[in-house]
């Protein structure tokens, strides 16, 4: 079951699954309103919802025009969606004109409010901030009701398995539990009444798989995500309180913001195309000057958004996995080009020298472990070697030696990437290569054939107890990888993976 979804995962973007899983808690409200189980009516909640999705699509265009930027369409429409969910209909007006400027408030708060050419809060959760301080209308929160929970859980888990950030949400809800538990016995409250409104009837579970899990707000690394997730539960406390001042979902959203940006600061930055190269059939290598030197660690992604006409519904952003070393002037890629390929791919493989587009939000946690003695295993597959170049590279430039093992499978030799660097790598810190081919192999080849599987894996890697290992390439190679591994004995917490959206 859990391979079919993750399969129907892979085919979507993050953005486009988010803007579908928020599209169907709206539609469902609106059916749940209609017998009377919300407080609105029905179509009061629809025409809510439409009307702010329309304002910050226009907002959106306007300002993506004034200030000449990229942005993404789908974002607009997901905070829509989201302000829809935790403000009340209009039922007026008045209350009209609040949303009007709540969708205002979001789409400024992404252009303007921002450091490093990156905005730092949660667009949503700044507008319902700032209407509630000027306008004195709070935001509700509607969407954690008991009638709307099994639909949000479902959505959510989806949303958590996409963005593999169950140890961040995981963090934010057992936070939540001991909170909450603790705060009943200091104030003498029932602690069953008090789990169940926080577990049935509050946003708790919308609020950590929507509004705590978006990437351009949350830290960059698992570890400072855990942290983070712990720190923002405990602020959404509704008790807690300054004089006044009492805690709500976005006000402590906008307080891990800023924690966030503080320790894992992010920097938005314009790469213009330098060269483009064929790497392997159907896999051009990109080298882009970079606006300013990234900083980033070998092994992690980048966000990119090419502003491009027409584009499809997997829309204008895409994560890839940098090729480059943080030693290297250039910023790297290695891209895979499939048929018909989506319109993305078909803007990125038009672009010519020159040519600029923007890159931000590199995160990431597959990366060389901190101790160098530490026995390492690399299992890659096609354009899975990516974050194995920027590794090896980065080794090569500061002269350290690890003791590594790399299997690289392929279909055919021309496939083979980055050559150079591997056989440098080879030849000067003692890398052991292992190349094998899963299609017919020509008759000089000299590597190994077929799949790397369990006895592959033995033979290569006599001592693959010693070691961690790490896979990237297609989600459904390093899932079947995954599952070797663990029948071999190997622990979870020494298998790192890389699945490759950027593929797609």
Excluded at 88 to 106: R, V
Excluded at 292 to 321: C, M, W
Excluded at 473 to 485: D, K, N, S, T, Y
Aim: with cysteine; net charge positive.
């Amino acid at each position: 079951m859990m391979s079919r979804i993750d399969h129907a995962l892979d085919g979507i973007t993050t953005y486009r699954l988010v803007l579908y899983v928020l599209a169907a808690y709206v539609a469902l409200a609106t059916i749940l309103a209609g017998f009377g189980l919300l407080p609105f009516a029905p179509l009061a909640l629809l025409g809510s919802a439409a009307f702010l999705v329309l304002i910050c699509w226009a907002a959106n265009s306007v300002l993506r025009r004034v200030l000449g930027v990229p942005a993404n369409l789908e974002s607009a429409a997901i905070t829509g969606l989201i302000l829809a969910l935790i403000l009340d209909p209009a039922q007026s007006l008045n209350d009209l004109q609040i949303l009007f400027w709540a969708a205002i408030l979001a789409m400024s708060s992404k252009y303007i409010l921002t450091l490093r050419n990156t905005h730092i809060f949660n667009p949503a959760a700044l507008a319902a901030v700032v209407i509630s301080f000027a306008l004195g209308r709070s935001a509700s929160w509607w969407v954690g009701t008991a009638s709307m929970l099994p639909i949000v859980l479902l959505g959510g888990l989806l949303i958590v398995r996409k963005l593999r950030d169950a140890k961040m949400v995981a963090s934010f809800l057992a936070a939540a539990l001991v909170a909450v538990w603790l705060v009943s016995i200091v104030l003498r409250l029932s602690i069953s009444r008090e789990l169940q409104q926080l577990l049935v009837e509050s946003p708790l579970f919308f609020f950590g798989s929507i509004m705590l899990t978006e990437p351009v707000t949350a830290p960059a690394t698992r570890t400072l995500k855990v942290l983070y997730g712990a720190l923002v539960s405990v602020l959404i406390i509704p008790q807690i309180h300054v004089g006044a001042l009492y805690s709500t979902p976005e006000l402590a959203l906008l307080v891990g913001n800023l924690a966030s940006f503080v320790a894992s600061p992010k920097r938005t930055m314009v790469l213009q195309l330098k060269k483009k190269s064929k790497l392997a059939p159907d896999t051009l290598a990109f080298a882009f000057k970079p606006s300013h030197k990234p900083t980033f660690t070998p092994g992690q992604y980048v966000e990119l958004t090419i502003d491009h006409p027409r584009a499809d519904s997997r829309g204008n952003r895409r994560y890839f996995t940098l090729a480059s070393s943080p030693t290297e002037d250039l910023v790297q890629l290695g891209v895979r080009f499939y048929k018909p390929g989506s319109s993305f791919k078909r803007a990125l493989h038009a672009t010519s020298t020159g040519a600029k587009i923007t890159a931000g939000h590199i995160a990431g946690d597959f990366t060389l472990p901190s101790d160098r003695r530490q026995k390492l295993t690399f299992i890659a597959g096609g354009i899975g070697i990516t974050p194995f170049r920027s590794m090896l590279k980065y080794l090569l430039d500061t002269q350290q030696r690890r003791d590594i093992v790399l299997l690289y499978a392929n279909r055919a030799p021309a496939d083979i990437a980055y050559r150079d660097v591997l056989s440098e790598a080879q030849a000067k810190l003692g890398v052991k290569m292992v190349y094998t081919l899963t299609e017919a192999a020509p008759r000089d080849w000299t590597g190994s054939t077929g799949r790397i599987d369990a006895q592959m894996i033995r033979k290569a890697v006599p001592d693959y107890r010693e070691r961690v290992f790490y896979l990237s390439g297609p989600p459904a190679m390093v899932r079947e990888h995954e599952h070797i591994l663990r029948a071999l004995g190997i622990a979870r917490n020494r298998i790192k993976t890389d699945s490759f959206a950027g593929l797609t």
